[in-house]
């Protein structure tokens, strides 16, 4: 806004110290339009809709754990309090894809009244080692985001599955019809 109020004054004569009054105009609405804020995460789902998954680790008796908190929700287990603040995922055009989770981690020792803060901070999945829970017993480590974008509803990849049975996996290899693929390899002359 100020640099358009001195851009709005260069068609002005120059003057002598003179202060000269430039009428601030109405913004273009074109141009408002293609400048303002992006809409909240394009249409993705609403934060408090959203699921965080994330992997608990006691390193001393091997044994893991599978917690899914939306975001402002905490679960304690055992002498661990997991919180999960916000959750976020890539949209499916942006690169690189990253999934994340801004994670607290209280943990109360032995013989301590109250918990203490050993992490608090964004995970991501594709990074593990960017953000690390430090702590002798206890892992944490975001597996997934649950969360959708606008045209990721009919895509089988974000469709849920129905309970019990695993999402089918597209091959990576192309598929060609019997007939293209004779005539693409011809049998060796015997």
């Known amino acids: 806004m100020g640099s358009a109020l001195l851009l709005a004054a260069c068609d ?9 009054e430039v009428p601030i105009t109405q913004a273009d609405p074109v141009a408002t ?3 303002a804020a992006p809409a909240d995460d394009y249409g993705a789902t609403p934060m408090d809709e959203r699921v965080a998954v994330l992997g608990l680790l006691n390193k001393r008796n ?28 890539t949209a499916p055009w ?6 994340g989770a801004f994670v607290q981690v209280d943990i109360r020792g032995r013989g301590e009244a109250q918990h203490r803060r050993v992490f608090s901070g964004w995970m991501f999945v594709e990074s593990p080692s960017l953000n690390v829970v430090e702590h002798p017993i206890y892992d944490v480590w975001v597996k997934d985001c649950t969360m959708r974008f606008p045209g990721e ?4 990849a974000a469709a849920p599955t129905p309970s019990g049975t695993p999402a089918a ?7 060609a019809a019997p007939e293209a693929v ?9």
């Open 12 to 20: 002005q004569p120059a003057t002598d110290g003179e202060v000269v």
């Open 169 to 175: 996996r597209p091959s990576a290899a192309p598929t």
């Open 153 to 156: 509803e009919g895509s089988a």
């Open 62 to 89: 091997n044994v893991a754990e599978e917690i899914e908190l939306k975001p402002g929700e905490s679960r304690e287990v055992g002498p661990v309090i997991v919180r999960v603040s916000a959750c976020e995922r």
């Open 182 to 190: 004779a005539a693409a390899d011809p049998a060796p002359d015997a």
């Open 33 to 35: 339009a293609t400048t």
């Open 94 to 99: 942006e690169m690189p894809q990253q999934t």
